[in-house]
């Protein structure tokens, strides 16, 4: 099922300048999102691991047409293309543990709304179980440029040519902080500093992504109780070994030899 959203606030006009306007165009413009039925699709498939569950995708078009004033940081207006969003659910195929999703390449209306980006991935299905209060963290995401611009998370790092395929590790990491208020959550550690994976794939119809999650390979985090030099965030891993580090994250290659030095026994 697709949802639409607007995710930019055009500026108020006075009704008399839209009449003006609607006198020197014939009418305003419709800039809903409205793909045809024959539009061609870029298929994303996720293979979702059973302790884990899709998230929606989230689907940004551009369009040259409809453009809106932005303004520079000295203040200095241009135009820029507008840009709509669209919810897609991924869904199940029959029994497995594969879910699909077609997402249109155009995204028709009066704007002529073409495919710009898409950001999916997967989440703990119940991060409940954690314990009590434990919310999702973060990662487990990926996003996939099909044209020249940034995305909402930034630029793409690695670009590929024709259908992508991404298979990733990812490790548990229940983290625990107390500055600011207790909270405690688990997220998918992956390799890289960003939560998302970011390509750009501008001929790709069909993006496939298997996350395989090393579940018995959990890491922990503490943080300090009160903000003093010296005190960093400790870090429990899977074999034992204790880290305090001035770094947030764990540490993904140390996580990796550790599994592998595991499974050679």
């Known amino acids: 099922m697709a949802k639409y959203r607007k995710t930019h ?19 305003a413009k419709d800039q809903s999102l409205a793909p045809p039925t024959n539009s061609e699709q870029v298929t994303v498939r996720i293979k979702v691991p059973a302790e884990l569950k899709a998230r929606t995708i989230d689907v940004m078009y551009r369009s040259t047409l409809c453009t809106f004033t932005d303004h520079s940081a000295y203040g200095d207006p241009y135009q820029r293309d507008g840009y709509q969003n669209m919810d897609i659910e991924l ?53 996939v440029i099909f044209d020249d611009n940034a995305s909402p998370r930034g630029g ?16 548990p990491w229940i983290n625990e902080g107390f500055i600011g208020g207790h909270k405690k959550d688990i997220s998918l550690l992956g390799d890289g500093y960003n939560y998302y994976l970011m390509y750009q794939a501008p001929d790709a119809r069909l993006v496939s992504f298997e996350p395989v999650l090393h579940s018995i390979f959990m890491v922990y985090s503490t943080g300090p109780k009160e903000k003093k030099k010296g005190n960093f965030v400790t870090f429990n891993y899977p074999d034992g070994s204790i880290e ?18 595991a499974e050679k026994k």
């Open 9 to 27: 606030k055009p500026q108020r006009i006075s009704v008399a300048l839209l009449a003006l306007l609607a006198s020197l165009t014939g009418c």
């Open 244 to 261: 305090q580090v001035p770094r947030a994250r764990p540490d993904f290659r140390r996580l990796e030899a550790i599994r592998l030095a």
């Open 91 to 143: 869904t199940r195929q029959g029994q497995s543990d594969i879910y699909e999703a077609g997402v249109p390449k155009d995204g028709g209306g009066a704007c002529q709304w073409r495919l710009s980006n898409v950001t999916f991935g997967v989440t703990y299905r119940e991060p409940e179980r954690f314990g009590e209060n434990v919310v999702y963290g973060a990662g487990g995401g990926v996003v």
């Open 156 to 171: 793409a790092n690695i670009k590929i040519n024709g259908d992508l395929t991404i298979k990733e590790s990812y490790y």
